[in-house]
């Protein structure tokens, strides 16, 4: 449960204290998430390799189309119409993306590099 809650917290997936991300990223203003590159305060590198979160693109796909299903669901009894529900969604992928950018990369580093991993 600790986990879930450090995932979410966007601690270190090693001491659970430093923070994963610099900086959060805003959407409306066009900016992506920053990472730190170590832990500030364990010094543990999150980017293991070049291209180490690209498979976090895929948890990233997954959750995004989660949300999508999970829209459509709760809109079709309040929406009528398949345009204003299309971009009612399309809106909402946008919205969250910087949030399932950050989620994603602290699944993929809890999977692959998290508490009792040691690669
Ligand atoms: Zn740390």
Redesign the pocket.
């Known amino acids: 449960m600790s986990q879930i809650v450090n995932i979410l917290e966007e601690k270190?997936p090693?001491?659970?204290?430093?923070k994963v991300f610099a900086t959060k990223g805003n959407i409306f203003l066009l900016r992506m998430p920053k990472m730190n590159e170590k832990?500030s305060?364990?010094?543990?590198k999150f980017e293991k390799e070049t291209g180490y979160f690209f498979g976090s693109m895929y948890v990233s796909y997954a959750m995004a189309v989660a949300e999508m299903v999970g829209a459509f669901l709760i809109m079709q009894f309040f929406v009528k119409g398949f345009a204003p529900m299309i971009t009612i969604i399309a809106i909402l992928a946008v919205l969250l993306s910087t949030f399932n950018f950050r989620i994603s990369r602290m699944l993929w580093i809890y999977m692959f590099d998290g508490p009792g991993r040691t690669l």
């Not at 090693?14 to 430093?18: F, H």
């Not at 305060?41 to 543990?44: A, E, F, I, Q």
Request: aromatic share 0%; with cysteine; hydrophobic share 10%.
């Open positions: 270190c090693k001491c659970a204290e430093g832990c305060c364990c010094g543990h």
